[in-house]
């Protein structure tokens, strides 16, 4: 396994291995990698001839008051678990050289940015897909992997790769979660322990949409409010939002009669955590 | 030559191209094919295996009262002078091809589109890197070709393929003029004998920029003063800006010490003409 650290050997990399007619998987992350982006390196692994993780923590995607100076950080432990996985390349270029003074150009898919967590995070999703679209064509990967649990990332992901006609196949992998139903997240870290017991009530909720919904539920605004309650029952949550919204536009869904995206984010403590759950009534 | 319509088969005579290790060199125009796009052709076709035109009036980088419907279409002389130059491939999609219902995603290369054209056209630039971010995608090209003529536009597809590390080369080609200097553009179509007379205006305003310069006037403000002066006494000329700029971030001179771009923008009568010199002092 080799550790890359700038654009041009990354870049030179990629060349090299198409020359050879291999195919390149590719696994963008923030680092601090837990099973659920081992997940998603697996699928890749099985799948290409090169396996490629970026370690980047992104920081136009964070906003100002975000996490961006506490988000955890631990290239050796990460590059261990990639090395077990057989990845080839880790690609961690630093902040200079992803943005160098005087970077000015951004990418933005309209619409969807602005609901559910962009609602609450302006500029977050701008910041995703410009640094996508850049990792992309850095890497030129063949398949890009992205995980479930960021639902609304990986449908803005995708629209761009439809509209700007990227050469790369998108696949989303389901959601890891712990035994106990808790969504994988990086940020699980910075639960204490009462916290974390809490935390649970996310995948609670949407289990209870599930049930409601097979039930014969139609109506959104009664199963939101039913979640609302589950959740306002523990002390440390702070609901952000809850919507059942349909997976293709995000927008909001009125009766459900076929496939909705039902997510939440919450915070608990000072911890932001998101989840989400496809459900579809005819199947 | 072939002409191509749908993204699909372009993009499968791209990859079919570079399988084979052959290049290619591309000349984004939106047709009504003049010798100015001609000599980008040429040059496209002295550096390359494969040479691909695209034809296609971008919708989303005109403003509501510009001259989108107007705009000079006649693909079947754009066809005759491509086969002329011996062009391979032309690219001509239709609205609906580039823009389906549910489009939704943009490339905005901030500061330098807001500058110069930018102020009078907002989104312009903003039209004009999606479509270009989006035909680099489906036509992969080695080296793409643009003209001097339209230096911001030069300027800021520069800076999106640097940003975004787009795999392309961009050359910029100088500006081809009518024998009494008048800069070729599709839009000279749209102006009357007297009109034409007085769009020499803009060439003679440059000029006299690059005589005073050369005199060794350095204040950009009496410089523009000057050129301000003669262009306002066509009877038919209405200036929109005139500026000097640092070519690099186009940011206004105050004093001209080394290379400035001399750029203005003049309607004459209902149509609006732009040219553009660089000038170094130190040459």
Known sequence: MKIIHTIEEMSNFSKKTHLKAQTIGFVPTMGALHEGHLSLIRQARKENDIVVVSIFVNPIQFGQKEDYRRYPRNLKLDAQACRKEDVDIIFCPDREEMYPANYKTYVTVRDLSD?????????????????????????????????????????????MVEDLKFAVKIKIIPTIREKDGLALSSRNAYLHKGQRRDALVLYQALTLAKNLIRQGKIDSSEVIGKMKELINKKKSANIQYVAIVDPKDLLPVDKIRDKVLVALSVWIGKTRLIDNIIIDRKT
Request: net charge positive; aromatic share 12%; proline share 4%.
């Open 115 to 159: 609901v559910l967590c962009g609602q609450f995070r302006p500029g977050h999703f701008q910041g995703v897909a410009t640094v996508v679209a850049k990792l992309f064509h850095i890497i030129n990967p063949d398949i890009a992997y992205f995980g479930q649990k960021d639902a609304q990332q990986s449908i803005i992901i995708k629209k």
